[in-house]
């Protein structure tokens, strides 16, 4: 299984875009899915995350300008992604994770989805 993220694309800092989160043949309502990002030469890492509750976590140089949320009646998981820094410029990916305050992923990593905040 796996899980598409699609959405990215090029902006200008302090810009906006919402990224979106989809599964074929999964339902995605019961899982804690995460959004993680790789900027070139960077290892991977856990950006959001929210809970099948709803409950929702982020690391420390997105919050407050990101959002993470979900529609289960369109088996979708979004990224909000709100003042748009060039440090934020990254492969996106969306994965099912583990466990909520864990960092470790279930699937195959899937294409993502590119982000580049330039001028």
């Known amino acids: 299984v796996q899980l598409q993220a699609s959405g990215g694309g090029l902006v200008q800092p302090g810009g906006s875009l919402r990224l979106s989160c989809a599964a074929s043949g999964s339902s995605l309502g019961n899982y804690v899915v995460g959004w993680h990002r790789q900027a070139p030469g960077n290892q991977r890492e856990l950006v959001a995350a929210i809970s099948a509750a709803g409950s929702s976590r982020y690391a420390a140089s997105v919050k407050g300008r990101f959002t993470i949320s979900r529609d289960n009646a369109k088996n979708t998981v979004y990224l909000q992604m709100n003042n748009l820094k060039p440090d934020d410029t990254a492969v996106y990916y969306c994965?099912?994770?583990?466990?909520?305050?864990?960092?470790?992923?279930?699937?195959?990593w899937g294409q993502g989805t590119l982000v580049t905040v330039s001028s």
């Open positions: 994965n099912r994770q583990r466990a909520y305050y864990s960092d470790f992923v279930l699937y195959h």
